[in-house]
Each structure stands twice: as C-alpha cells, then as structure tokens.
C-alpha cells in the first residue's frame, strides 16, 4: 500500500498529537516495512525528534511550494495525493483536507472532543474553527479511528457519527519507555536534574484541564513529615503562573521542581525513579503519559473519569479528580503501603500489554486493508 499521512503535527509537536505521529509511522516501518509511507507536511523542523523521517530512505517526504502553506494543507493537497498514487490518507490529528478525492481511501484520527466538553477553555473563534474541521472529517472519512472507548462515545454523542463508522484502535508508547534504564543511569539523570530521592511525578501540559493545582493542594495539606516532593514535567502559561503563585504564597518552592525543557532520552528513567505517577485530569481522550508510567513501572494515581480508566487498567488508583481530599489521602496512603504499590507496579506491567507497539500497528494495517 501507498499510504499517505498528515504529518504537520509529527515535525512541530512534540507532546501528544506529535507523539501519536511519531509512533504510528515509526511502528508501520518496523512491523509492515513493505508499505511505502508518505508525509505530506506544509514545511518541515529538522530537530532531534524527527531526524529520522527526514534522513531515512523508508519515508517519502512531500511539502509544498505553495506560499499559502495553510491553504495547501486544506485545500491544495489532494491533487498530490493523486499525482502520489495514494490508496489510503490518514489524518493523524482530526483533520482531513476539504476537497478530498474520490479516488483515495481516507482515515480520520479523532483523540478528543474536548473543545465541546469544555468549551469556557477555549476561544469563540477557536471552537467554531475545529467544530467546522472535524465534523468534515468525520462526515468525508471512510473510517473514523477513535484512540479509546470514552472518545468513540462522544463522537456518538455529539456528532452522530455513525457507530458501525468507528473504529476503536488504542495509541502504543515510544519503545523507550519500556526499557529498564540502569542504576548509572538513573543516577545521572537524578544529578542532571536535581531530582530528590524519592518524588511524586506528573507529566503533561500545564493547563487548567490537567489540575495540577489540585495536586499542589493536595500535598499542602499532608503534614509536613509525611509530604514527599513532587516533580514537574511540563510546561504552561497562565495557569501555570496560577500554580506557582499558590506554591510561593504557601512556602512551598522546596517541595514542588518544575522541569520544563528536558531531553526526551531521560524521561524513562525520570518516570522508573518516580515512586508514584499522579495524573488528575478532568478529562483526556487518552491520556498517554499513564501509559508511559505503567510502562515504566511505575504505579498511577489518576482520574475516575473519561479515558483515564481504560489507560490505567484495573489495578491504577482512581480518585474524584474534583476532591482534594481524595487526592490527599491517596498521597498519603499509598507510599506508606509498600506491598501495595510492588502489586501495582506489577499488574500495571501486564496491564500496558494491552498497548504492544505491534499489536495496536497490526489493528491498524488491517483496518486500512480492510478499506481497499
């Protein structure tokens, strides 16, 4: 199969939408190298991170001459996908060019409806401007792929997108976080980045959505023996700025580390040396860093709420994300229980089987096999 891709989030994002990329067009290479894969983005950020498309002989990579880079995106790109002998084009982020042709199959990716459960956070503009882009690809696509159940059910709910249209293919981690970083290791990062000896970690977007005010809350609220520091991975503006105003007006500098630029190589062993993973999202389509940390091995606190449940499996700790009392006691209750979090550490590993790279890939090629 030819198949084609939009690859705009894969080069210039670098958190969930950019990681779903990397790791589907990674996984299709390693597990079904004989498809030819083409990425079809507006202009390209040569980094680190995307190296490896842009060097490599496997991926075909195409971008515009066409000034109007945004125009070409969602309007321009299908007479390409002819001219390219496209049979199948994936939308990786919700989107699908308007003028689509007929005569190449179409897959539409849709990670959430998040702008519609909580619209407040998002500007008029903005949500008139994703409402108008998803429902045309929902409506155009041949398949829908939904990344969990709790995303398949809002697409029901709020768009009416045909249940027999969607396909429910859970997302894969990047392979790094299931390799067991050494002790050398683990110590270079800890002296790298100032870690303490024992934390709490939260990785993930510094937004309102994530709470991670209510985790700082939370921790205020433990008696200060028992208070265990908690690590910061993640970036934000103004809530951000909301956060670290609460930790400076209750002394809190030297329980809370923010890390906001790290190298992406460190961050298994930042997860593996976490003694618990805290992640009290209102609401996520998926929620990709539980499975990172269960990967890791490191057991999940986390939301009741959502997706959050199908990512952490059973045996994740789940709270009311709105109770800083339930969060509290969680943080201090489990690092107590030793035999407790060894039992999560170890059904979370079975768990996250669930999402092997190359099953979620081989659900992936067969639904677009099933297409052609």
């Known amino acids: 199969m030819n198949i084609g891709f939009d690859a705009k989030r894969l080069f210039f994002n670098f958190t969930g939408l950019g990681n779903y990329s990397r790791d589907l067009v990674r996984n299709l290479n390693a597990f079904f190298p004989e498809h030819s894969l083409h990425l079809y983005s507006p202009k390209i950020n040569d980094t680190d991170r995307t190296r490896e498309f842009l060097y490599s002989l496997t991926y075909q990579v195409h971008r515009t001459k066409n000034p109007l880079k945004s125009y070409w995106r969602t309007f321009g790109m299908g007479k390409d996908l002819v001219r390219d002998q496209i049979d199948i084009y994936h939308g990786l982020s919700h989107e699908l060019p308007f003028n689509f042709p007929k005569e190449v199959k ?17 500007a008029w503009a903005d949500r008139q401007i994703y409402r108008k882009k998803f429902t045309h690809s ?25 249940e027999e249209k969607i396909s429910v293919i859970y997302q894969s981690c990047a392979e790094i976080f299931y ?35 209510n985790i700082v809350k939370a921790i205020h ?29 209750n002394g809190l500098e030297n329980l809370i580390h923010f ?4 190298d992406f190589a460190d961050l298994p062993a930042i997860y593996q040396m976490a003694t618990l993973f805290i992640y009290p999202s209102l609401y996520e389509g998926f929620g990709i ?24 499996g059973p045996d ?4 009311d994300p709105n ?22 550490y170890k059904k979370g590993e079975d768990y996250v089987k669930k999402f092997d790279r190359e099953k979620v890939t081989r659900e992936m090629v067969e639904l677009y096999e099933s297409l052609l």
């Open 106 to 122: 179409s897959v539409v990716t849709i990670h959430d409806l998040i702008f519609e459960k909580f619209p407040q956070q998002y």
């Open 221 to 249: 609220l433990i008696p200060p023996d028992q208070q265990m520091p908690l690590v910061v991975v993640g970036e934000g503006k103004k809530y951000a700025d909301k956060v670290k105003n609460y930790i400076h007006q």
């Open 316 to 319: 994740s700790h789940y709270v």
């Open 138 to 162: 929902c409506e155009i696509a041949d398949r829908v792929v939904a990344i969990s159940e709790a995303t398949k059910k809002d697409l029901i709910e709020i768009y009416q997108v045909p």
């Open 289 to 312: 860093p539980v499975i990172e940390a269960l990967a890791s091995g490191t057991p999940v606190i986390t939301s009741s709420v959502s997706s959050l449940p199908e990512a952490g």
């Open 179 to 213: 390799e067991k970083a050494d002790e050398e290791t683990q110590e270079k990062t800890r002296i790298k980045y100032k870690l303490p000896k024992d934390y709490l970690l939260y990785v993930g977007s510094i937004i309102e959505r994530k709470n991670l005010l």
């Open 259 to 262: 890390l906001a630029q790290i």
């Open 323 to 344: 109770s800083i009392e339930e969060l509290k006691k969680a943080l201090e209750d489990l690092p107590a229980n030793q035999a407790h979090l060894t039992s999560m």
